[in-house]
Nanobody
Framework: QVQLVESGGGLVQAGGALRLSCAAS????????MGWFRQAPGKEREFVAA????????LYADSVKGRFTISRDNAKNTEYLQMNSLKPEDTAVYYC???????????????????WGQGTQVTVSS
């Protein structure tokens, strides 16, 4: 089992940047594929980015491709989401997620993830 705690959210102007972190408890962080999802008010939770256990594979939603970068440091039990060129439509609560999988597998659906953080608010003003 793993517990996830996100940090790094906040208020930023359009065009700005934020870096989200997701700290995982436990000693088996490298056993999990990781992902980021977000949920805006009145909308369903949506996939943002994912990274495989070994960092060999990454995948992004079209809406963030070229602006966001997902990464992980297995030695620090931490996942990151670097968000650049932020837009007002990026405003949402961002959740990190962990799921069991093979070393190079990644998942874009919430059903592929077993553990979730509590979320961190990102607000982008125009």
């Amino acid at each position: 089992q793993v517990q996830l705690v996100e940090s790094g959210g906040g208020l930023v102007q359009a065009g700005g940047a934020l870096r989200l972190s997701c700290a995982a408890s436990g000693r088996t962080f490298s056993s999990y594929r990781m992902g980021w999802f977000r949920q805006a008010p009145g909308k369903e939770r949506e996939f943002v980015a994912a990274v495989s256990r070994s960092s060999g594979n990454t995948l992004y939603a079209d809406s963030v491709k070229g602006r966001f970068t997902i990464s992980r440091d297995n030695a620090k039990n931490t996942e990151y989401l670097q968000m650049n060129s932020l837009k007002p439509e990026d405003t949402a609560v961002y959740y990190c997620a962990a799921g069991y999988g093979s070393p190079y597998s990644i998942g874009t659906s919430a059903r592929f993830y077993d553990y979730w953080g509590q979320g961190t608010q990102v607000t982008v003003s125009s």
